[in-house]
Each structure stands twice: as C-alpha cells, then as structure tokens.
C-alpha cells in the first residue's frame, strides 16, 4: 500500500488482523518519506512484515515511474533505520529454498544446509559432506521477490501500457464496480505476464492491449487459491492467498483505493493442494 496513505489505508486490513501501533504509523510514515528522497523514488509503498524469532523485519519497496521496471526493496527492524536489500537473483533464490526454519531477525545471520555428494574413485564410491552457507539477509530478499511474483496483484485497468513498453498509473482509473469486483478475472498479477503468450489469437481478440497485458488471477492453480469476501456491506473487497498466509489484498469498489500488505513468518503453504 502506498505509504502516503499508509494511516488510511491499514484500516482496511485490520480485519485480517494486520495491525500496526500509532508508534509505528507515525514512525513508517515519517523514515519512508526520507528513504523516497534519498533514493529518489517515483512512488514508495509499505509491503508488510516477516515475522522473525527475535526481531520482525519491516520491508518497504520503492519503485520509479515504469512501475515494472525497476523496483527497490527496503528492510528495517524500527521502521526509522532502513537497510537496501540486495536484488534476488535467480540463483540467490534456488540456494536460498535450501534454508529451513524461521528467520530470525539477524540480518547477518547465517543458515547452514549440509549436502551429500557421492563421487566415484575407482570402482568404489565415497561420499562427501559439503555445508552450503545461506545468508539471512539473502534469504530475505528471495522470500519476498518469490511473494511479489506469486501473488502481488492490482485491479484491472488500474495501470496501462504505453506504446513504448512503459507501466504507467491509469489516471482514468476510477476503481471496479460492485459486479467487477466480485470477479477473479478483474484482478491481475502486478509481473511480467505467463500465461497470457499461451493464450489462442481467438482468446486473445476481445483483450484490450493497453489494460489487459497481464495474467488474471482466475487462472491461477489450483482453483480456490484465492479467498475473496465484501466486507462493509459492498463498500469493501478483500482477497486472502492461501499459498502465502499472511498476504492480504483490498480494494474499495468505486474509487481508486487499493493496495496488499503481507504479514507472515515468509514460508508458503506447499500442502494447499491437499488441503483444497
């Protein structure tokens, strides 16, 4: 959620039980306009909180005015001090699902994952204990890229793509209507589009290129991995992930209002397909 409205916009997923004390408002809404100047951001927007052992990891992300170009990520554990996280690679992401456990809320903290390897001497073969060193601070940052991939989404036609490939806020963009937004297929993921190339030129005829540039979140498997519930009579539309408890979506039908913000422990649920 933006961080401008950040006071505002929490209210609306208190529901969900993400809460934050006026301390850490006041706080949040102070060190992020500092950190928007300092790095010279566009836009910048609370993300959320990965809950640690023994300290909780307050994460900011900053993006420019290609919104999908360039996006930097900000950690902090007293919402004033913040810390640039490194981008996630894809490397960085493999090595980094070799950790098990919570975080722990040490930045520097490092997590030891022992391999076997077996490798042939001669006609007998021996095997070799190799210990892999996964850093907190690593781990972080793949966690959250893996999040935003998985289930950062935004309401449809929210942004635009211009004819030089750039992300844009749709200034005409007035919110979905009540009937809209009681459908999966009105919100999309805020990510370079997959499905939408496997898509058929007949499925891909009644699409409008400027808006529908992304995959839907109807399409997402398996079926039911998104919980989406009006609360306020219809004056307010929410959507819960399974695979990532924690992370929560609003919108307010009408208007242009709306914004996620994940709180978990940062480990996704694998046992939902049996649970659906």
Not at 95 to 105: E, H, I, V
């Amino acid at each position: 959620m933006e961080a401008a409205d950040l006071h505002l916009n929490i209210d609306y997923v208190g529901t969900s039980g993400t809460v934050l004390s006026p301390e850490q408002k006041a706080a949040l809404q102070t060190s992020l306009v500092i950190q928007q100047n300092r790095y010279k951001f566009h836009r910048i927007y609370f993300w959320g909180k990965i809950l640690g052992i023994k300290d909780d990891y307050f994460i900011a992300q900053g993006t420019q005015r290609d919104e999908m170009a360039e996006c930097k990520t900000l950690y902090s554990k007293d919402c004033v001090n913040w810390g640039l996280l490194p981008p996630a690679t894809k490397a960085m992401r493999e090595k980094s699902k070799l950790a098990k456990g919570r975080f722990t809320g040490d930045p520097s903290h490092e997590f030891e994952h022992v391999q076997t390897k077996k490798s042939a001497d001669g006609e007998e073969g021996h095997e070799e204990e190799e210990t892999i060193l996964i850093k907190e601070e690593d781990r972080l940052a793949s966690v959250i890229a893996e999040i935003d991939e998985d289930v950062k989404i935004v309401p449809r036609a929210a942004f635009i793509k211009t004819p030089t490939g750039e992300t844009l806020s749709n200034r005409c963009f007035e919110g979905l209507s009540v009937s809209e937004a009681a459908k999966l297929c009105s919100y999309m993921h805020f990510r370079e589009p997959k499905a939408l190339f496997e898509k058929t030129l007949l499925q891909k005829a009644n699409l409008d290129k400027s808006i529908d540039f992304l995959d839907t979140v109807e399409e997402d498997i398996p079926k039911g991995c998104w919980s989406l519930q009006f609360e306020r009579g219809s004056g307010l539309v929410t959507l819960r992930s399974l695979w990532w408890n924690g992370f929560v979506f609003f919108h307010v039908p009408g208007s242009r209002r709306f914004g996620h913000v994940y709180v978990g422990i940062g480990e996704k649920n694998l046992d939902l397909p049996f649970m659906l």
